[in-house]
């Protein structure tokens, strides 16, 4: 994936986290966005880009919504290898697999931003809460959707259509 | 599922037939990941408090890293500081020390000096004191040299003609007469003792009034001439100046009569040993001389002969 493209997905994400964030619905659909973003570029199976991919988007989401700045940073960069390692190695495809896979890696991200304010700031280590399932949930349904958005034939689809409209 | 690549990295293969691969390394995307991953670390610990409350968790770590440094380097400091502060303080002992030493030197000698004029102050008081008796004492001054060889008995006294000392002047200590000043120079002057074979003193036996001439013998003792064969002098008797020989004052013990000889002749031959202990003259008296040899030093001389 060009750098370009890769730039383009983390302002896509910083949009919507500041605007999809920022307002009410926010506890309706906490979809954590620089992750899908992560996750886009680690399915291009470069362990490299993946990686400086998913500490800038943690960096960007610290920026937006932590305290603790690196903390998001640190445990992107580890799911973008992890993500890029699970591309490579099995056939990741399909929005079921994808939604897993993306739901399990926000939990995973939650529980290490936990484990390091717990470390470094002291506060109360909460490895799994209601609004980590929440917001992992949220994450997996929104990936699993893209997913499913990205591989639908649209053409295919659009061309039935206006022959059903010819006949 | 993974191949040898050209640089002898396993490369994985990728598996997703929906993916675009466009470069696959993971031992190098592993290497990125570690160094992201500090990196993460070190701005987290730079926020994060320390446990103490001072400062960040970074700088509690770089503080306990470089410890041992720091430790080293004061270390080093202090020691260079050491050798450096040894170095000058050696040498400023040793200026300090030499200066001691001739400052210590110095007060040796002042303290040596103090002390033989205190013994020379303390001689001269007790000489002085129990010298009152004699007529017309002036001082006491110190013997420097004591000559005896060939019948000359002689000394040198430590004081001349800037002390007031003028030939024919007394010598005595307490104990009896010592002898007079022959020679006079500006701080010493050179004098002729009793024992000498050349010296003579008018004298007078205490007990019985009669006039004698006692000379020396030149070998330690005296003899009292001209003392007749008629007189009753004995062993014991006191012999003292009489005043007649215009050199020597009258009533200073000489000595005592050690032995009586009848010899054939017609005066008596009378030994004499001095009262005076010539063996430790370290300070004398000086009289003032009587009126006769201050008048004429030559008669006196010749009265002395």
């Known amino acids: 994936m060009k750098i370009s493209r890769i730039a383009l997905l983390l302002a896509g994400a910083v949009l919507l986290e500041f605007f999809v964030g920022g307002s009410s619905h926010r506890s309706l659909l906490p979809v954590d966005w620089f992750l899908l973003a992560t996750a886009a ?26 305290p603790l700045l690196g903390a998001n940073a640190f445990a992107k960069a580890i799911l973008g290898f992890a993500l ?75 061309k039935r259509r206006r022959l059903r409209r010819l006949r | 599922m993974s191949e040898p690549s050209a640089d002898g990295l396993r490369t994985l293969r990728p598996q997703n037939p929906h993916v675009e691969i466009t470069a696959v390394n993971p031992r190098r995307g592993g290497a990125v990941l570690v160094t992201v991953l500090v990196a993460c670390v070190l701005i987290l610990s730079a926020q994060a408090p320390a446990r103490g409350g001072r400062g960040t968790v970074l700088q509690s770590w770089i503080l306990s890293a470089s410890a041992p440094l720091a430790s080293a380097v004061s270390s080093v400091s202090q020691g260079f500081s050491g050798t450096l502060d040894s170095t000058t303080e050696l040498f400023s002992a040793r200026s300090q020390n030499e200066r001691l030493r001739r400052e210590l030197d110095a007060r ?32 006491s001054v110190p013997v420097l040299l004591v000559e005896r060889r060939s019948g000359v008995h002689s000394a040198l006294i430590g004081a001349g003609a800037s002390d007031g000392v003028v030939p024919g002047s007394p010598l005595a200590v307490p104990a009896g007469l010592v002898g007079r000043v022959v020679t006079v120079g500006r701080g010493i002057s050179r004098a002729q003792l009793l024992l000498d074979a050349s010296a003579a003193a008018g004298a007078r036996i205490v007990r019985t ?32 100046s009489a005043g007649i020989d215009g050199i020597y004052p009258r009533g200073v013990p ?43 030093p030559e008669g006196s001389q010749g009265a002395a002969r």
């Open chain 1, 41 to 66: 570029v680690a399915r291009n199976g470069d362990f490299v880009r993946a990686v400086l991919a998913g500490a800038a988007a943690g960096f960007l989401e610290d920026a937006l919504s932590q």
């Open chain 1, 84 to 158: 890029t390692l699970v591309s490579v190695r099995v056939v990741f495809g399909g929005a079921l697999a994808v939604g897993a896979a993306l739901a399990a890696a926000s939990l995973a991200n939650e529980a290490i931003v936990a484990a390091l304010s717990a470390l470094l700031m002291g506060s109360p280590m909460v490895v799994v809460s209601r609004d980590a399932l929440w917001r992992a949930a949220a994450t997996g349904i929104a990936g699993g959707a893209l997913e499913a958005a990205w591989a639908f034939p649209w053409g295919e689809w659009w």
């Open chain 2, 108 to 139: 040796d000698r002042e303290l040596f000096r103090l002390r033989a004029e205190m013994r020379q102050l303390g001689e001269a008081r007790r000489l002085e004191s129990a010298g009152a008796v004699l007529p017309g004492v002036i001082g």
């Open chain 2, 209 to 240: 009034g009669e006039l004698g001439v006692v000379r020396g013998d030149g070998r330690g003792s005296l003899t009292l001439n001209n003392i007749a064969t008629t007189s009753s002098v004995a062993s014991g008797d006191l012999v003292e």
């Open chain 2, 254 to 296: 000489i000595g005592r009569v050690e032995s009586v000889l009848r010899g054939s002749k017609l005066f008596l031959e009378v030994r004499v040993a001095p009262s005076a202990d010539f063996a430790r003259l370290t300070d004398v008296l000086l009289l003032s001389p009587s009126p006769a040899a201050k008048e004429s």
